[in-house]
Every structure is written in C-alpha cells, then in structure tokens.
Nanobody, 126 residues
C-alpha cells in the first residue's frame, strides 16, 4: 500500500508560479512512475504531466508544455510539479499518482495508476 501526500497549492495571480510536492510513503521499497493530474469543477480528471521511475523521461499535456516541469527526487520519494506562468484555466484540484514501475516508461491515463493523493487546490486569479 502506498500513501501519497500533496502540498503546495494555493491562490496566485495570473502569471505567477507554484511548486507542488507529492511525498510517497510505503511499507516496502519500490520504484514508481509518477503522474500529475487535475480536475476542474464539472470536468473529468485530466492528465497534466508524468515522469518515469528514474526521472529520465517526462511528458506533458499540450496546454502546459513550456510552463510546467515535473521532477523527481527518489531519495526523498517525492515528486514535484513546478508551474510557471499560471493561467486562470489552470485552476483545478491537482492530484499526484504513482504506479509501481516495471519498465522505463511513464503513464498518462487515469486508469493506469492505482495510488492517488488527496489533491491540492490551485486557484489562479485573472
């Protein structure tokens, strides 16, 4: 069983920045692929960014490319999402997720991740 704890959300003006953190706690050591997703009111949860188990491969949804950066610190079992140049349309609850990694790939679909955090609210004012 893996528990994930997100932090770093808040209220920022358009053009501002936030860094989200997600810490994993697990009873056994393992390697994970990580993903960040978000869900705005009335919308489905959508993929934002993902990284493979060693941080060597990343992918982003088109709307955040060039503005968001996902990174990993395996020693701390922590993933980060640095969000720059935030826009009002980025407003959502942001969730991190992990999947035990058996290869060097990352994952972009909600159904692929068995473990999820509780979410952290990001609100961007115009």
């Amino acid at each position: 069983q893996v528990q994930l704890t997100e932090s770093g959300g808040g209220l920022v003006p358009a053009g501002g920045s936030l860094r989200l953190s997600c810490v994993a706690s697990a009873r056994t050591l393992s390697t994970y692929s990580w993903g960040w997703f978000r869900q705005a009111p009335g919308k489905e949860r959508e993929f934002v960014a993902a990284v493979n188990w060693n941080g060597g491969a990343t992918t982003y949804t088109d709307s955040v490319k060039g503005r968001f950066t996902i990174s990993l610190d395996n020693a701390k079992k922590t993933a980060y999402l640095l969000m720059d140049d935030l826009k009002p349309e980025d407003t959502a609850v942001y969730y991190c997720a992990v999947k035990s990694a058996t290869s060097h790939q990352y994952y972009t679909e909600v159904y692929e991740y068995p473990y999820w955090g509780q979410g952290t609210q990001v609100t961007v004012s115009s």
